[in-house]
């Protein structure tokens, strides 16, 4: 098990998820507890959804919207956008669950234009200018 932190905003969905949640339960004289899986295929909420359940819903997603993407694109895309936003490499394999950064950067950090620019311009910043050289 690992822990990740979230923002504010997405504890704030997770809180109304679990309201509804509650509704629900309640409408039947149940109550959730601990041991309650809010997101659950069971109508008890007894088991959590199962990955694969989730990685078929996204394609179904996907190729309703027709996009060419399945879940698995989502790690990708996090690891790329958390490294060129300066978060530093062992963070983001954390959030990934990698051991090392050796993985996270060879499997998930894509190259990025505007990150390669960014990085041109900074070293061109601190070599300073150079004389102008003259062709005769």
Same mark, same amino acid.
């Given at each position: 098990?690992?822990?990740?932190? +979230?923002?504010?905003?997405?504890?704030?969905?997770?809180?109304?998820?679990?309201?509804?949640?509650?509704?629900q339960?309640?409408?039947?004289?149940?109550?959730?507890n601990?041991?309650?899986?809010?997101?659950?295929?069971?109508?008890d909420?007894?088991?959590?959804?199962?990955? +694969?359940?989730?990685?078929?819903?996204?394609?179904?997603?996907? #190729?309703?919207?027709?996009? $060419?993407?399945?879940?698995?694109t989502l790690?990708?895309?996090?690891?790329?956008?958390?490294?060129?936003?300066?978060? #530093?490499?062992?963070?983001?394999?954390?959030?990934?669950?990698?051991?090392?950064?050796? +993985?996270?950067?060879?499997?998930?950090?894509?190259?990025?234009?505007?990150? $390669?620019?960014?990085?041109?311009? +900074?070293?061109?910043?601190?070599?300073?200018?150079?004389?102008?050289?003259?062709? #005769?």
């Open positions: 098990m690992r822990r990740l932190s +979230i923002d504010a905003a997405t504890v704030e969905l997770l809180r109304e998820h679990q309201a509804e949640c509650e509704k339960f309640a409408l039947v004289g149940e109550k959730l601990r041991s309650t899986f809010v997101f659950s295929a069971a109508p909420g007894s088991r959590p959804r199962y990955p +694969i359940s989730m990685s078929q819903r996204f394609r179904r997603l996907a #190729d309703r919207l027709g996009i $060419d993407a399945h879940r698995h790690r990708h895309y996090a690891a790329t956008e958390l490294l060129t936003a300066g978060v #530093d490499l062992r963070t983001v394999a954390g959030r990934l669950g990698h051991g090392d950064g050796s +993985i996270t950067l060879r499997h998930y950090a894509a190259w990025v234009n505007h990150a $390669d620019q960014r990085a041109a311009s +900074i070293l061109s910043g601190r070599l300073g200018r150079s004389p102008a050289v003259r062709a #005769d």
